[in-house]
Structure formats: structure tokens, C-alpha cells
């Protein structure tokens, strides 16, 4: 079932909630590739009734010529989901519907967590992804939503938000799916030609090597290899590398044996922006 407005999504919601049937939602941007298919396959597993949403948000894009190139494939992401699962809630809403005359983003606090990586480098973004998801989470009003950790820090954001607001909601992360090059599945990846599809394997190759140097290397030697094997290549340009504390998503600068890390890449292919992470310990 297909369902373009806030209102008939909440009073299918409702006829679930009044039965006291698990809800489960997975809000995407589109252009669904198996990574988002596992989260949709584990939240079918887990729930009597899926809602996916599939809209591209404007408030989180932080450059205008990204969100008109951003793919769109509603035809194929519907029928890829029917395919699935012909009894999912296919929530695919106009900008209008949902910021209702005014696009524009709430702002918010996350402790810090928002000032990080992909904060330093998009400007408003995950205030964009905190007022979307805060409508979505109270139209759909699911029990547990899935994230892939692909956006690792947009999970932890996102566990923040439900704090903040109160919300009722689990919510799951899931592993990343990679392509058989190592490449994070992405939405984005279908912009790549093949020939920065096979070059952007060195994302992937460069966090495995520093995965398996980790206990024995420093953090700035690390960083220091890591831009090195960028500079090495030159079809793929650096945006930021950073081993980070998983909690704090803070950047770490020597290594403290009760903490566990992750290490952040984001990359550009051209005008195409990859982004990946890999847990290091």
C-alpha cells in the first residue's frame, strides 16, 4: 500500500496501535539498494506491520547542487518493496504535506554530538535529520525504527533525538552492507561510473588497514598513513579521516584502553560524496 499524506499514514498507524501490533519504520531517501532492503527484511522479522518512508529531505542538504542530483526512483523502490513484502506501508509524502509551507529546520541540541565530523563539513545537517525524523516518528508513532551504521553518527544522533523529545521509540542499528569491492552500499554509489566505482574501493581497503594496525600503531601515524594512501590516488579526494570515540564521537588523539573507537572516512569521487566507518577494537 502506497500512502502520500500525513493523515492517512497516522490513521493506518492507529488501526495497528489500537490492535497492539508491533510497528516497525524505516525512514529512507529513495533509491533502495540491499542495504536498505536488510533494514526493511529485519524490521519485517520483528514487527506485524513495516512502514518504509521514502522521501529526500531538503532541510538536511547543506548544498543545493547534491539535493538535485540526489537519485530519485520511486517506481523501482515501490516495486522492490512490494516485491518483498506486498503488506509493507509505502510512505512516500510531498514537501508540502510534511513542512506544511515552511522548510525550514528546528534547531537542535545533541550534546555535542552534532559538532563532529559530518557536522564540521554540513552545516545544519543533522538538525535537517532531527526534524524530519521528529515528524516522521510522530506520524507513524512506530515501536522501533532501523538505521544502517553506514551513518554511523547519524544513529547515535538519532538515539539522542528520541531523548530529547521523549520519544517512544527503540531504536536499531544495523551492520553495514558492502558491495563485493568492499564499497558501503549507498544510494549515491548509483552516480559513480565504473570506473570510480572500482576506485572508490580504496575507502574500504584504507579502514581495513588501519583496523589491523590499530593495537599496534599510533593514532598519529595512523592519520598519517591514511593520507598518504590519498594522496597516492588521484581519483578519490580526502574530505576528513578521524578515529573517534564511538560514545562521545569525539576525535581521539592517543588511545585509552577502556574506550572503544571507530575510525570516519569521507571521500569525493568527482563531485560525489562517499562516506564510510569501520569499528576499530
Not at 190 to 215: C, G, M, N
Not at 250 to 261: C, G
Amino acid at each position: 500500500m502506497v500512502i502520500h499524506t500525513q493523515k492517512e499514514t497516522l490513521v493506518k498507524a492507529l488501526s495497528f496501535r489500537n490492535k497492539n501490533e508491533k510497528i516497525g519504520f524505516v525512514p529512507t531517501m529513495g533509491a533502495l539498494h540491499k542495504g536498505h532492503i536488510s533494514l526493511v527484511a529485519k524490521a519485517l522479522e520483528e514487527n506485524t506491520l513495516v512502514v518504509v518512508s521514502i522521501f529526500v529531505n531538503p532541510t538536511q542538504f547543506n548544498n543545493s547542487a547534491d539535493l538535485e542530483k540526489y537519485p530519485r526512483t520511486p517506481e523501482d523502490d515501490i516495486s522492490l518493496l512490494k516485491e518483498l513484502n506486498n503488506d509493507i506501508i509505502i510512505y512516500l509524502p510531498e514537501i508540502s504535506d510534511l513542512y506544511e509551507g515552511s522548510v525550514l529546520a528546528k534547531s537542535y541540541n545533541y550534546g555535542g554530538l552534532e559538532n563532529e565530523m559530518e557536522g564540521k563539513h554540513r552545516s545544519g545537517h543533522f538538525d535537517g535529520v532531527g526534524t524530519i525524523l521528529d515528524k516522521f516518528f510522530r506520524i507513524v508513532n512506530p515501536d522501533t525504527a532501523y538505521f544502517g551504521e553506514k551513518d554511523f553518527q547519524q544513529l547515535q544522533i538519532v538515539k539522542k533525538l528520541t531523548a530529547i523529545e521523549k520519544l517512544p521509540v527503540k531504536i536499531i542499528g544495523c551492520p553495514i552492507l558492502r558491495e563485493p569491492n568492499g564499497l558501503a552500499m549507498s544510494s549515491r554509489n548509483k552516480r559513480l561510473s565504473p570506473k570510480q566505482f572500482d576506485e572508490a574501493t580504496l575507502i574500504y581497503k584504507t579502514l581495513e588497514e588501519v583496523q589491523a594496525k590499530f593495537r599496534t600503531t599510533s593514532i598519529a601515524d595512523l592519520n598519517a598513513l591514511v593520507a598518504e594512501r590519498f594522496l597516492q590516488n588521484p581519483h578519490l579526494e580526502l574530505e576528513y579521516f578521524e578515529i573517534a570515540n564511538e560514545k562521545t564521537l569525539k576525535t581521539a588523539k592517543r588511545k585509552n584502553k577502556s574506550s572503544k573507537y571507530r575510525a570516519f572516512i569521507a571521500a569525493f569521487a568527482g563531485n560525489i560524496r562517499l562516506i564510510d566507518n569501520m569499528p576499530l577494537n
